[in-house]
């Protein structure tokens, strides 16, 4: 079988893989606008406690993190269907679990299997597009593939903002986590087709000096690289690598804040659960739609410099929200901080698969969301300790407006440009027009 590169000639997978990340989306949104707001009047939460508070982040960024390294590596032994539906099994009791809570602790273990979930689903997406489009097509699909996650989470946190002040809160949460689970589950069975063969058939395309169009700048590295090599060379071994790495890890800092802190900000100025649903939909909705012109926008002039600017915007629009005083002032903060993460988010995707070999691609990307997703863990607890130690809410917004500005000069400093038609590979092996 000829296993042909490209959205066009893969509509059917793309468009399923599409369907998944929405549910995925879904699922996370549903924990966004309800949950933080009401720790401390539903779930017990010690008053002003936000390392309490923050605590169910961390446990959900240290355990997505590690799962998506652990996702990367399985998929490219069982493929990546098998891991996808493992992380819809893996997210069946969350519902349940939200509904009978009887402390905050419920809540911590709830967003353990989260974790889980995101990091097998969620990885499996990205792993999938990478594994059937073209190089050129990176940003593009890339984009639309975070466009419908983010898309995803910012309609479930605005739907469940008006279910929970119109309903039970626990009750609203459970019927729609356990629809949006369960249809998802059935999606993965019977409506995901298995891109591995197509990684495995561009790997061996390479080898052969096949590759069509511009050469990419392919990291060398092993045939076969161990979890340990694999995970050394994403990490520090190679430059590049390590920018987009760490840049990763800071970009999630914004996330973290958006998630736990700005509503428990909100809700101390008098907002209520619609208008923090609103302010955190408006974030979600940017920066999902914006990518749909982000990542094509980084396929035409590049991924280094689209990448620095959408840090420095978030910088500026995370350090300007505790200066407003009102939900319009905080809505413009937020659409300025979505437009940002537009812009840097689909484009570190696209930059490690640039320049991941095709044939540990998906490890690769699992060592770069491992390295991403625990920022959650280190974002939120940095900012739960520093406010309660400074009993200020706004320094969790200076601490990530400031790391923003430092990741994005590390990216003008240690990243390369990736893009392969930007910057291709030297070497004399044939390629094919």
Not at 112 to 129: E, I, R
Not at 272 to 279: F, H, K, R, T
Request: glycine share 12%; with cysteine; hydrophobic share 50%.
């Amino acid at each position: 079988m000829t296993y042909t590169l490209g959205i066009r000639e893969n509509l059917r997978p793309f468009l399923e893989q599409l369907l998944q990340v929405f549910f995925v989306g879904l699922t996370i949104g549903i924990q966004r606008t309800v949950i933080p707001a009401l720790a401390e009047t539903e779930f017990g939460v010690v008053q002003g406690s936000m390392t309490a508070i923050f605590a169910f982040i961390v446990s959900f960024g240290i355990v997505k993190g590690t799962m998506n390294f652990v996702s990367g590596r399985l998929s490219e032994r069982v493929g990546r269907r098998r891991v996808l539906i493992w992380g819809w099994l893996v997210a069946l009791p969350i519902p349940f679990m939200i509904l009978f809570a009887p402390t905050w602790n419920w809540i911590v273990a709830a967003n353990v299997l989260l974790g889980v979930n995101q990091g097998f689903a969620w990885s499996m997406t990205v792993t999938a597009k990478m594994d059937i489009v073209k190089g050129s097509e990176r940003g593009l699909a890339t984009g639309f593939n975070e466009f419908a996650g983010y898309g995803g989470v910012a309609f479930a946190g605005l739907v469940t903002g008006y279910l929970a002040s119109s309903f039970d809160p626990r009750l609203s949460l459970f019927i729609f986590g356990l629809i949006v689970i369960l249809t998802a589950l059935a999606a993965s069975l019977f409506a995901f087709t298995e891109t591995l063969p197509y990684a495995r058939a561009e790997a061996a395309r390479h080898t052969s000096g096949e590759t069509i169009g511009p050469r990419p700048r392919y990291v060398e590295g092993p045939d076969n690289p161990s979890s340990r090599q694999i995970f050394a060379l994403v990490t520090w071994r190679n430059r590049t690598f390590m920018a987009l790495a760490q840049a990763g890890s800071v970009e999630k800092f914004v996330d973290a804040l958006m998630w736990a802190l700005v509503p428990v900000f909100m809700v101390a100025k008098g907002a209520s659960l619609i208008e923090i649903g609103w302010v955190t939909g408006i974030y979600g909705f940017v920066w999902g739609g914006s990518q749909l012109w982000t990542g094509p926008l980084s396929d035409l002039f590049g991924r280094k410099w689209p990448t620095v600017a959408g840090f420095f915007l978030c910088s500026g629009g995370v350090l300007a929200f505790p200066f407003f005083a009102t939900a319009g002032g905080w809505a413009m903060a937020a659409a300025v901080t979505g437009v940002g993460m537009a812009l840097l988010y689909p484009t570190l995707i696209a930059a490690m698969g640039d320049i991941a070999h095709p044939s540990w691609r998906g490890s690769a990307l699992g060592v770069y969301r491992f390295w991403r997703d625990l920022g959650y863990a280190i974002g939120a607890l940095s900012m739960g300790l520093i406010a309660d130690a400074s009993g200020m809410l706004e320094a969790g917004f200076w601490l990530t407006g400031f790391a923003m500005a430092g990741s994005g000069l590390w990216l003008i400093i240690g990243m390369e440009e990736t893009h392969p038609r930007l910057n291709p590979s030297t070497d004399q092996e044939p390629t094919r027009a």
